[in-house]
């Protein structure tokens, strides 16, 4: 059975730092390209950062760059995404998807991230 489980969502205030994490389950994770996206209601759905498989080729929205950085632990089979310096902007539910070829595509239910002082 096929899992992603985010965690680590909640209220950061503005210029903080926020660590999410996505612990998968269920399949080959270290063969699987893993990103994080974003969501605010009425709006679509945003890729945050995105990380290959193993070699690590790394990808980041304009917005983010330089605020934000994607890892992962195969051995653990956890994608994460440390959030420094967050603004308001940021606030939304992201969530974790897991990609190898059409029809491996999995995403997780979400966590909530709130910007606020």
């Known amino acids: 059975q096929v899992q992603l489980v985010e965690s680590g969502g909640g209220l950061v205030q503005p210029g903080g730092s926020l660590k999410l994490s996505c612990a998968a389950s269920?399949?080959?994770?270290?063969?699987?390209?893993m990103t994080w996206y974003r969501q605010v209601p009425g709006k679509q759905r945003e890729l945050v950062a995105g990380?290959?498989?193993?070699?690590?080729?790394?990808t980041y929205a304009e917005s983010v760059k330089g605020r934000f950085t994607i890892s992962r632990d195969d051995a653990k089979n956890t994608v994460y995404l440390q959030m420094n310096s967050p603004k308001p902007e940021d606030t939304a539910v992201y969530y974790c998807?897991?990609?190898?070829?059409?029809?491996?595509?999995?995403w997780g239910q979400g966590t909530q991230v709130t910007v606020s002082s």
């Open positions: 269920g399949f080959t994770f270290s063969i699987y390209t």
């Open positions: 990380i290959a498989r193993p070699g690590g080729d790394t």
């Open positions: 998807n897991a990609y190898w070829r059409r029809g491996n595509d999995y």
